[in-house]
Protein backbone atom coordinates (compact mmCIF):
# COMPACT_ATOMS: atom_id res chain seq x y z
CA UNK A 1 0.00 0.00 0.00
CA UNK A 2 2.92 2.15 0.33
CA UNK A 3 3.00 3.55 -3.56
CA UNK A 4 -0.85 4.11 -2.95
CA UNK A 5 -0.90 5.93 0.19
CA UNK A 6 1.98 8.36 -0.91
CA UNK A 7 0.69 9.04 -4.37
CA UNK A 8 -3.22 9.06 -3.03
CA UNK A 9 -2.35 11.46 -0.37
CA UNK A 10 -0.03 13.94 -2.45
CA UNK A 11 -3.46 13.54 -5.05
CA UNK A 12 -5.51 14.09 -2.36
CA UNK A 13 -3.92 17.66 -1.66
CA UNK A 14 -3.56 19.05 -5.16
CA UNK A 15 -7.40 17.46 -5.33
CA UNK A 16 -8.27 19.39 -2.98
CA UNK A 17 -6.63 22.30 -3.78
CA UNK A 18 -8.44 22.35 -7.45
CA UNK A 19 -11.85 21.97 -5.26
CA UNK A 20 -10.70 25.18 -3.46
CA UNK A 21 -10.24 27.38 -6.51
CA UNK A 22 -13.55 25.87 -7.74
CA UNK A 23 -15.27 26.23 -4.97
CA UNK A 24 -14.23 30.20 -5.10
CA UNK A 25 -15.29 30.03 -9.37
CA UNK A 26 -18.83 28.47 -8.66
CA UNK A 27 -19.84 29.35 -6.08
CA UNK A 28 -19.20 33.23 -5.82
CA UNK A 29 -17.07 33.93 -9.05
CA UNK A 30 -19.58 32.68 -11.62
CA UNK A 31 -22.69 33.77 -9.78
CA UNK A 32 -21.65 37.26 -9.22
CA UNK A 33 -19.77 37.63 -12.70
CA UNK A 34 -21.96 35.76 -15.28
CA UNK A 35 -26.00 36.04 -15.39
CA UNK A 36 -27.90 32.82 -14.63
CA UNK A 37 -28.22 32.22 -18.39
CA UNK A 38 -24.63 32.81 -19.16
CA UNK A 39 -23.71 30.64 -16.22
CA UNK A 40 -26.03 28.59 -17.44
CA UNK A 41 -24.81 28.06 -20.86
CA UNK A 42 -21.26 27.43 -19.71
CA UNK A 43 -22.37 24.35 -17.27
CA UNK A 44 -24.91 23.08 -20.61
CA UNK A 45 -21.31 23.49 -23.34
CA UNK A 46 -19.08 21.53 -20.48
CA UNK A 47 -21.55 18.86 -19.36
CA UNK A 48 -22.40 17.82 -22.98
CA UNK A 49 -18.79 17.78 -24.03
CA UNK A 50 -18.36 15.66 -21.02
CA UNK A 51 -21.24 13.52 -21.97
CA UNK A 52 -20.17 12.98 -25.92
CA UNK A 53 -15.89 12.78 -24.04
CA UNK A 54 -16.22 8.94 -23.82
CA UNK A 55 -17.32 7.87 -26.85
CA UNK A 56 -14.78 10.60 -28.51
CA UNK A 57 -11.97 8.69 -25.91
CA UNK A 58 -13.49 5.15 -27.84
CA UNK A 59 -12.44 3.84 -23.99
CA UNK A 60 -8.80 4.64 -24.39
CA UNK A 61 -7.89 5.45 -20.75
CA UNK A 62 -9.18 1.91 -19.70
CA UNK A 63 -7.75 0.06 -22.53
CA UNK A 64 -4.48 1.46 -21.65
CA UNK A 65 -4.38 0.48 -18.07
CA UNK A 66 -6.05 -2.28 -18.36
CA UNK A 67 -3.97 -4.40 -21.25
CA UNK A 68 -0.22 -2.36 -20.70
CA UNK A 69 0.56 -4.21 -18.45
CA UNK A 70 -0.02 -7.43 -20.36
CA UNK A 71 2.41 -7.04 -22.96
CA UNK A 72 6.73 -7.85 -21.95
CA UNK A 73 8.27 -6.55 -25.02
CA UNK A 74 9.30 -3.20 -26.08
CA UNK A 75 7.73 -4.35 -29.72
CA UNK A 76 4.29 -5.75 -28.26
CA UNK A 77 4.03 -2.18 -26.25
CA UNK A 78 4.93 0.07 -29.01
CA UNK A 79 2.38 -1.23 -31.31
CA UNK A 80 -0.08 -1.17 -28.34
CA UNK A 81 0.69 2.27 -27.70
CA UNK A 82 0.17 3.32 -31.65
CA UNK A 83 -3.21 1.71 -31.49
CA UNK A 84 -3.93 3.65 -28.38
CA UNK A 85 -3.07 7.21 -29.84
CA UNK A 86 -4.77 6.80 -33.10
CA UNK A 87 -7.98 4.83 -31.77
CA UNK A 88 -9.76 7.85 -30.54
CA UNK A 89 -9.44 9.44 -34.17
CA UNK A 90 -12.09 6.62 -35.29
CA UNK A 91 -14.67 8.25 -33.60
CA UNK A 92 -13.63 11.72 -33.43
CA UNK A 93 -13.09 12.21 -36.99
CA UNK A 94 -16.60 11.17 -38.22
CA UNK A 95 -18.53 12.53 -35.31
CA UNK A 96 -16.97 15.95 -36.35
CA UNK A 97 -17.64 15.88 -40.02
CA UNK A 98 -21.23 14.73 -39.83
CA UNK A 99 -21.09 18.15 -37.52
CA UNK A 100 -19.77 20.16 -40.17
CA UNK A 101 -22.50 18.98 -42.50
CA UNK A 102 -25.46 18.74 -39.75
CA UNK A 103 -23.96 22.00 -37.90
CA UNK A 104 -27.33 23.91 -38.32
CA UNK A 105 -29.89 20.95 -37.70
CA UNK A 106 -27.91 19.91 -34.68
CA UNK A 107 -27.20 23.73 -33.28
CA UNK A 108 -31.27 24.49 -33.85
CA UNK A 109 -32.05 21.37 -31.98
CA UNK A 110 -29.95 21.89 -28.67
CA UNK A 111 -31.21 25.50 -29.01
CA UNK A 112 -35.10 24.42 -29.27
CA UNK A 113 -35.74 25.51 -25.57
CA UNK A 114 -33.00 27.81 -24.76
CA UNK A 115 -31.64 30.07 -28.27
CA UNK A 116 -28.27 31.63 -26.17
CA UNK A 117 -27.15 27.84 -26.69
CA UNK A 118 -27.07 28.11 -30.92
CA UNK A 119 -24.30 30.25 -31.35
CA UNK A 120 -21.87 28.28 -28.93
CA UNK A 121 -22.83 24.74 -30.42
CA UNK A 122 -19.19 24.60 -32.42
CA UNK A 123 -17.46 24.66 -28.99
CA UNK A 124 -18.83 21.38 -27.23
CA UNK A 125 -17.00 19.56 -29.98
CA UNK A 126 -13.40 20.95 -29.22
CA UNK A 127 -14.13 20.86 -25.83
CA UNK A 128 -15.07 17.23 -25.82
CA UNK A 129 -11.96 16.35 -27.57
CA UNK A 130 -9.45 18.12 -25.82
CA UNK A 131 -11.22 15.93 -22.78
CA UNK A 132 -11.00 13.02 -24.52
CA UNK A 133 -7.32 13.59 -25.50
CA UNK A 134 -6.54 14.54 -22.11
CA UNK A 135 -7.56 11.11 -20.67
CA UNK A 136 -5.99 9.49 -22.93
CA UNK A 137 -2.24 11.22 -22.17
CA UNK A 138 -3.44 10.69 -18.30
CA UNK A 139 -3.59 7.31 -18.43
CA UNK A 140 -0.38 7.25 -21.22
CA UNK A 141 1.28 8.60 -17.35
CA UNK A 142 -1.06 6.36 -14.89
CA UNK A 143 0.56 2.89 -16.88
CA UNK A 144 4.35 4.34 -15.26
CA UNK A 145 2.44 4.91 -12.06
CA UNK A 146 3.01 8.32 -12.74
CA UNK A 147 -0.36 9.82 -11.21
CA UNK A 148 0.53 13.59 -9.28
CA UNK A 149 1.45 15.96 -12.52
CA UNK A 150 -1.92 14.21 -14.35
CA UNK A 151 -3.77 15.01 -11.46
CA UNK A 152 -2.49 18.34 -11.05
CA UNK A 153 -3.47 19.07 -14.69
CA UNK A 154 -6.65 17.35 -14.18
CA UNK A 155 -7.67 18.95 -11.14
CA UNK A 156 -6.16 22.30 -10.62
CA UNK A 157 -4.74 23.86 -14.19
CA UNK A 158 -8.22 24.51 -15.84
CA UNK A 159 -9.80 26.18 -12.57
CA UNK A 160 -7.18 28.14 -11.73
CA UNK A 161 -7.10 29.51 -15.46
CA UNK A 162 -10.68 29.72 -15.54
CA UNK A 163 -10.40 31.63 -11.84
CA UNK A 164 -8.06 34.56 -13.82
CA UNK A 165 -10.33 34.24 -17.04
CA UNK A 166 -13.37 34.97 -14.55
CA UNK A 167 -11.36 38.57 -13.43
CA UNK A 168 -10.77 39.18 -16.69
CA UNK A 169 -14.47 39.34 -17.64
CA UNK A 170 -14.95 41.36 -14.43
CA UNK A 171 -12.34 43.84 -15.42
CA UNK A 172 -14.08 43.94 -18.53
CA UNK A 173 -10.57 42.79 -20.48
CA UNK A 174 -13.03 40.26 -22.08
CA UNK A 175 -16.30 39.96 -22.57
CA UNK A 176 -18.29 37.03 -21.76
CA UNK A 177 -18.39 36.12 -25.64
CA UNK A 178 -14.71 35.99 -25.82
CA UNK A 179 -14.64 34.82 -22.21
CA UNK A 180 -16.62 31.17 -23.50
CA UNK A 181 -14.27 30.83 -26.24
CA UNK A 182 -11.33 31.62 -23.91
CA UNK A 183 -12.35 28.27 -21.91
CA UNK A 184 -12.58 26.23 -24.79
CA UNK A 185 -8.78 27.22 -24.99
CA UNK A 186 -7.88 26.36 -21.26
CA UNK A 187 -8.89 23.19 -22.15
CA UNK A 188 -7.18 22.60 -25.12
CA UNK A 189 -3.83 23.84 -24.18
CA UNK A 190 -4.50 21.12 -20.93
CA UNK A 191 -4.36 18.65 -23.22
CA UNK A 192 -1.11 19.64 -24.98
CA UNK A 193 0.34 20.20 -21.84
CA UNK A 194 -0.43 16.89 -20.77
CA UNK A 195 0.44 15.02 -23.98
CA UNK A 196 4.06 16.43 -23.16
CA UNK A 197 4.51 14.99 -20.10
CA UNK A 198 3.15 11.76 -21.25
CA UNK A 199 5.55 11.56 -24.14
CA UNK A 200 8.47 12.24 -21.54
CA UNK A 201 7.81 9.62 -19.95
CA UNK A 202 7.76 7.38 -22.81
CA UNK A 203 8.08 8.84 -26.55
CA UNK A 204 5.95 6.82 -28.67
CA UNK A 205 7.81 4.66 -31.24
CA UNK A 206 4.84 4.00 -34.10
CA UNK A 207 4.56 0.57 -35.02
CA UNK A 208 1.68 0.01 -37.21
CA UNK A 209 2.29 -3.98 -37.30
CA UNK A 210 -0.07 -4.58 -34.34
CA UNK A 211 1.96 -7.18 -33.29
CA UNK A 212 -0.60 -8.94 -30.68
CA UNK A 213 -4.46 -9.42 -29.70
CA UNK A 214 -5.97 -6.92 -31.40
CA UNK A 215 -9.38 -7.96 -31.61
CA UNK A 216 -9.35 -8.17 -28.12
CA UNK A 217 -8.16 -5.01 -27.33
CA UNK A 218 -11.36 -3.74 -30.00
CA UNK A 219 -13.52 -5.48 -28.23
CA UNK A 220 -12.54 -4.18 -24.90
CA UNK A 221 -12.49 -0.27 -25.95
CA UNK A 222 -15.81 -0.68 -27.86
CA UNK A 223 -17.90 -2.48 -24.81
CA UNK A 224 -16.12 0.34 -22.20
CA UNK A 225 -17.31 3.08 -24.34
CA UNK A 226 -20.22 3.37 -22.15
CA UNK A 227 -19.31 1.07 -18.98
CA UNK A 228 -16.39 2.93 -18.14
CA UNK A 229 -18.25 6.51 -17.57
CA UNK A 230 -21.44 5.84 -16.51
CA UNK A 231 -21.20 7.72 -13.05
CA UNK A 232 -19.46 11.07 -14.59
CA UNK A 233 -21.82 10.55 -17.61
CA UNK A 234 -25.22 10.72 -15.45
CA UNK A 235 -24.64 13.83 -13.35
CA UNK A 236 -23.65 15.71 -16.84
CA UNK A 237 -26.82 13.90 -18.50
CA UNK A 238 -29.00 15.39 -15.71
CA UNK A 239 -27.54 19.21 -16.75
CA UNK A 240 -27.94 17.94 -20.26
CA UNK A 241 -31.31 17.19 -19.91
CA UNK A 242 -32.06 20.05 -17.77
CA UNK A 243 -31.24 22.14 -20.38
CA UNK A 244 -33.55 20.31 -22.75
CA UNK A 245 -36.69 20.17 -20.28
CA UNK A 246 -36.11 23.93 -18.46
CA UNK A 247 -34.61 27.53 -18.42
CA UNK A 248 -31.36 27.07 -18.91
CA UNK A 249 -30.78 29.03 -15.64
CA UNK A 250 -31.81 26.18 -13.35
CA UNK A 251 -28.21 24.72 -14.62
CA UNK A 252 -26.42 27.12 -12.90
CA UNK A 253 -28.63 26.69 -9.52
CA UNK A 254 -27.97 22.47 -10.30
CA UNK A 255 -24.46 23.02 -11.08
CA UNK A 256 -23.40 24.91 -7.52
CA UNK A 257 -25.30 22.17 -5.69
CA UNK A 258 -23.57 19.59 -7.93
CA UNK A 259 -19.99 21.06 -7.03
CA UNK A 260 -20.63 21.64 -3.43
CA UNK A 261 -21.95 17.53 -3.25
CA UNK A 262 -19.06 16.65 -5.73
CA UNK A 263 -16.08 17.62 -2.61
CA UNK A 264 -17.06 14.05 -1.43
CA UNK A 265 -15.40 12.14 -4.23
CA UNK A 266 -12.12 13.86 -3.96
CA UNK A 267 -10.78 11.35 -2.13
CA UNK A 268 -11.70 8.38 -4.59
CA UNK A 269 -10.75 10.54 -7.84
CA UNK A 270 -6.82 11.20 -5.72
CA UNK A 271 -6.81 7.12 -4.82
CA UNK A 272 -8.28 5.52 -7.90
CA UNK A 273 -5.48 7.10 -9.93
CA UNK A 274 -3.08 4.90 -8.40
CA UNK A 275 -5.02 1.74 -7.77
CA UNK A 276 -6.70 1.33 -11.07
CA UNK A 277 -3.21 0.48 -12.60
CA UNK A 278 -2.47 -1.58 -8.98
CA UNK A 279 -6.27 -3.39 -9.71
CA UNK A 280 -5.37 -4.34 -13.15
CA UNK A 281 -1.80 -5.78 -12.13
CA UNK A 282 -3.64 -7.25 -9.56
CA UNK A 283 -5.55 -9.06 -11.62
CA UNK A 284 -2.97 -9.89 -14.82
CA UNK A 285 -0.90 -11.64 -12.27
CA UNK A 286 -3.80 -13.32 -10.51
CA UNK A 287 -2.94 -11.98 -7.52
CA UNK A 288 -6.87 -12.32 -5.63
CA UNK A 289 -5.06 -12.15 -2.25
CA UNK A 290 -3.97 -8.70 -2.54
CA UNK A 291 -6.83 -7.41 -4.92
CA UNK A 292 -8.98 -8.38 -1.74
CA UNK A 293 -6.84 -6.41 0.84
CA UNK A 294 -6.85 -3.50 -1.37
CA UNK A 295 -10.48 -3.76 -1.75
CA UNK A 296 -11.15 -4.20 1.87
CA UNK A 297 -8.72 -1.14 2.46
CA UNK A 298 -9.72 1.38 -0.25
CA UNK A 299 -13.42 1.13 0.59
CA UNK A 300 -12.73 1.78 4.40
CA UNK A 301 -10.43 4.47 4.34
CA UNK A 302 -12.62 6.02 1.41
CA UNK A 303 -15.59 6.00 3.19
CA UNK A 304 -13.62 7.10 6.54
CA UNK A 305 -12.35 10.18 4.86
CA UNK A 306 -15.62 11.20 1.77
CA UNK A 307 -18.04 10.63 5.34
CA UNK A 308 -15.96 13.44 7.45
CA UNK A 309 -16.50 15.46 4.23
CA UNK A 310 -20.27 14.13 4.13
CA UNK A 311 -21.12 15.45 7.29
CA UNK A 312 -19.13 18.72 7.23
CA UNK A 313 -21.68 19.03 4.09
CA UNK A 314 -24.56 18.84 5.47
CA UNK A 315 -24.45 20.20 8.80
CA UNK A 316 -23.16 23.80 6.99
CA UNK A 317 -25.13 23.69 3.95
CA UNK A 318 -28.05 26.45 4.98
CA UNK A 319 -24.88 28.61 6.57
CA UNK A 320 -23.01 28.44 2.77
CA UNK A 321 -26.43 28.99 1.20
CA UNK A 322 -27.27 32.35 3.28
CA UNK A 323 -23.84 33.46 1.88
CA UNK A 324 -24.67 33.33 -1.47
CA UNK A 325 -27.60 34.65 -3.84
CA UNK A 326 -31.19 33.32 -2.13
CA UNK A 327 -32.36 31.92 -5.63
CA UNK A 328 -29.15 29.21 -4.98
CA UNK A 329 -30.84 27.97 -1.76
CA UNK A 330 -33.60 26.38 -4.01
CA UNK A 331 -31.05 23.65 -4.80
CA UNK A 332 -30.29 22.58 -0.99
CA UNK A 333 -31.89 19.18 -1.35
CA UNK A 334 -29.69 18.48 -4.58
CA UNK A 335 -26.74 19.10 -2.38
CA UNK A 336 -28.17 16.38 0.21
CA UNK A 337 -28.85 13.56 -2.32
CA UNK A 338 -25.94 13.97 -4.54
CA UNK A 339 -24.02 13.78 -1.49
CA UNK A 340 -25.40 10.64 -0.48
CA UNK A 341 -24.76 9.20 -3.94
CA UNK A 342 -21.19 10.66 -3.83
CA UNK A 343 -20.32 8.91 -0.19
CA UNK A 344 -22.02 5.85 -1.67
CA UNK A 345 -19.69 5.67 -4.73
CA UNK A 346 -16.44 5.85 -2.02
CA UNK A 347 -18.10 2.90 0.03
CA UNK A 348 -17.84 0.80 -3.27
CA UNK A 349 -13.60 1.28 -3.26
CA UNK A 350 -11.81 -0.14 -6.13
CA UNK A 351 -14.96 -1.97 -7.25
CA UNK A 352 -15.10 -0.59 -10.51
CA UNK A 353 -11.53 -1.11 -11.17
CA UNK A 354 -11.54 -4.89 -10.74
CA UNK A 355 -14.68 -5.16 -12.76
CA UNK A 356 -13.26 -3.16 -15.85
CA UNK A 357 -9.80 -4.66 -15.48
CA UNK A 358 -11.09 -8.68 -15.39
CA UNK A 359 -12.41 -10.37 -18.03
CA UNK A 360 -16.07 -10.08 -16.56
CA UNK A 361 -15.85 -6.72 -18.01
CA UNK A 362 -18.59 -7.20 -20.61
CA UNK A 363 -21.17 -7.11 -18.03
CA UNK A 364 -20.92 -3.24 -16.96
CA UNK A 365 -22.15 -2.23 -20.59
CA UNK A 366 -25.30 -4.01 -19.58
CA UNK A 367 -25.75 -2.83 -16.10
CA UNK A 368 -24.03 0.61 -18.09
CA UNK A 369 -27.12 0.84 -20.71
CA UNK A 370 -29.56 -0.51 -18.08
CA UNK A 371 -28.88 2.48 -15.81
CA UNK A 372 -28.71 5.30 -18.54
CA UNK A 373 -31.53 3.89 -19.75
CA UNK A 374 -33.18 4.11 -16.43
CA UNK A 375 -32.06 7.79 -15.78
CA UNK A 376 -33.29 8.94 -19.00
CA UNK A 377 -36.43 7.80 -18.37
CA UNK A 378 -36.47 9.33 -14.89
CA UNK A 379 -35.22 12.44 -15.84
CA UNK A 380 -37.97 13.24 -18.26
CA UNK A 381 -40.59 11.67 -16.28
CA UNK A 382 -39.38 13.47 -12.63
CA UNK A 383 -37.56 16.92 -14.43
CA UNK A 384 -41.21 18.27 -15.56
CA UNK A 385 -42.59 17.93 -12.05
CA UNK A 386 -39.89 18.70 -9.42
CA UNK A 387 -37.65 20.41 -11.65
CA UNK A 388 -34.08 19.99 -10.69
CA UNK A 389 -35.06 18.01 -7.44
CA UNK A 390 -36.49 15.53 -9.88
CA UNK A 391 -33.01 15.65 -11.55
CA UNK A 392 -30.70 15.00 -8.08
CA UNK A 393 -33.51 12.18 -7.61
CA UNK A 394 -33.41 10.28 -10.88
CA UNK A 395 -29.62 10.20 -10.37
CA UNK A 396 -30.12 8.75 -7.19
CA UNK A 397 -31.81 5.97 -7.71
CA UNK A 398 -29.90 5.12 -11.03
CA UNK A 399 -26.88 4.91 -9.37
CA UNK A 400 -27.83 3.42 -6.28
CA UNK A 401 -28.84 0.30 -8.54
CA UNK A 402 -26.21 0.77 -10.44
CA UNK A 403 -23.54 0.37 -7.38
CA UNK A 404 -26.14 -2.45 -5.83
CA UNK A 405 -25.71 -4.20 -9.15
CA UNK A 406 -21.86 -4.10 -9.34
CA UNK A 407 -21.03 -4.97 -5.27
CA UNK A 408 -23.33 -8.04 -6.37
CA UNK A 409 -21.68 -9.06 -9.77
CA UNK A 410 -18.17 -8.98 -7.95
CA UNK A 411 -19.08 -10.95 -5.16
CA UNK A 412 -20.85 -13.28 -6.99
CA UNK A 413 -17.20 -13.53 -9.34
CA UNK A 414 -14.05 -13.51 -6.57
CA UNK A 415 -16.02 -14.05 -3.83
CA UNK A 416 -14.91 -10.81 -1.60
CA UNK A 417 -16.97 -7.92 -1.16
CA UNK A 418 -15.83 -3.91 0.68
CA UNK A 419 -17.43 -4.39 3.65
CA UNK A 420 -16.65 -5.14 7.50
CA UNK A 421 -17.88 -4.50 10.97
CA UNK A 422 -15.85 -1.17 10.84
CA UNK A 423 -17.97 -0.37 7.91
CA UNK A 424 -21.28 -0.33 9.98
CA UNK A 425 -19.78 1.36 12.72
CA UNK A 426 -18.35 4.46 10.46
CA UNK A 427 -21.73 4.61 8.74
CA UNK A 428 -23.22 4.55 12.04
CA UNK A 429 -21.33 7.70 13.00
CA UNK A 430 -21.56 9.94 10.08
CA UNK A 431 -25.07 9.37 10.49
CA UNK A 432 -25.73 10.26 13.98
CA UNK A 433 -23.17 13.60 13.51
CA UNK A 434 -25.14 14.72 10.47
CA UNK A 435 -28.72 14.52 12.52
CA UNK A 436 -27.24 15.91 15.62
CA UNK A 437 -25.79 18.63 13.89
CA UNK A 438 -27.75 19.61 11.19
CA UNK A 439 -30.60 21.53 12.99
CA UNK A 440 -27.99 22.64 15.73
CA UNK A 441 -27.25 26.40 14.37
CA UNK A 442 -25.66 29.75 16.75
CA UNK A 443 -26.86 32.77 15.84
CA UNK A 444 -23.68 34.40 14.90
CA UNK A 445 -22.19 35.23 11.53
CA UNK A 446 -22.59 32.47 8.86
CA UNK A 447 -18.84 31.68 8.18
CA UNK A 448 -18.38 31.43 12.43
CA UNK A 449 -20.70 29.55 12.62
CA UNK A 450 -19.33 27.08 9.73
CA UNK A 451 -15.95 27.22 11.45
CA UNK A 452 -17.12 26.15 14.83
CA UNK A 453 -19.25 23.42 13.57
CA UNK A 454 -16.79 22.21 11.93
CA UNK A 455 -14.21 22.20 14.15
CA UNK A 456 -16.59 20.48 16.87
CA UNK A 457 -17.14 17.87 14.02
CA UNK A 458 -13.83 17.30 13.12
CA UNK A 459 -12.73 16.57 16.39
CA UNK A 460 -15.73 14.76 17.62
CA UNK A 461 -15.12 12.58 14.49
CA UNK A 462 -11.31 12.01 14.42
CA UNK A 463 -10.90 11.49 18.13
CA UNK A 464 -13.64 8.59 17.30
CA UNK A 465 -12.30 7.05 14.08
CA UNK A 466 -8.69 7.32 16.04
CA UNK A 467 -9.40 5.81 19.47
CA UNK A 468 -11.75 3.33 18.29
CA UNK A 469 -9.11 1.72 15.35
CA UNK A 470 -11.75 1.74 12.65
CA UNK A 471 -9.24 1.64 10.20
CA UNK A 472 -5.40 0.25 10.41
CA UNK A 473 -4.55 2.38 7.75
CA UNK A 474 -6.36 5.79 8.40
CA UNK A 475 -4.59 5.51 11.87
CA UNK A 476 -1.19 4.69 10.86
CA UNK A 477 -1.14 8.13 8.87
CA UNK A 478 -2.48 9.62 11.68
CA UNK A 479 0.06 8.42 13.71
CA UNK A 480 2.85 9.44 11.73
CA UNK A 481 1.58 12.86 11.47
CA UNK A 482 0.70 13.40 14.90
CA UNK A 483 4.06 11.90 16.10
CA UNK A 484 5.83 15.21 13.50
Known amino acids: MGIVIKQSIQNTITTFIGFAIGAINTLFLYTNFLTDAYYGLVGFLLSTANVMM ?93 SVFGNIMKEVFHRFCILILLFALYYQLLNVEQFIIAIAIVYVLRMLIMKLYAFSLRFPKLDFKFNFEVFSVLKYSILIIIAGSVAMFMLDLDKFMLGKLIEIENIAYYNVAVYIAIVIAVPARA ?97 GVLIIFVAVMLNYILIPIYDINGAAIASFIALFLYGSLKIWYVNKQFKMHPFSKSTLYVL ?57
Do not use: C
Request: aromatic letters at 18%.
Open 54 to 146: PFFMFGVSNTLVKFYTSYKTKNQQNSFLTLMLFLPLTAITPIGLIGIFGYETISNWLSSENTIIKDYTYLIYIIAVAMAYFEVFFAWSKIHYK
Open 428 to 484: SLITILSFSFYFWEFNWHPILNMAIKSIIVVVIYGVVVYRFNFSKVVNAILNKYLKR
Open 271 to 367: MHQITYPLTAKFLNENDNVSLSVLYKKSSLSLVIVSGLLFVLIVVNINQLYALMQVEYSQALFVVIIISVVKLIDNLLGINNSIIFNSNYYRIILLF
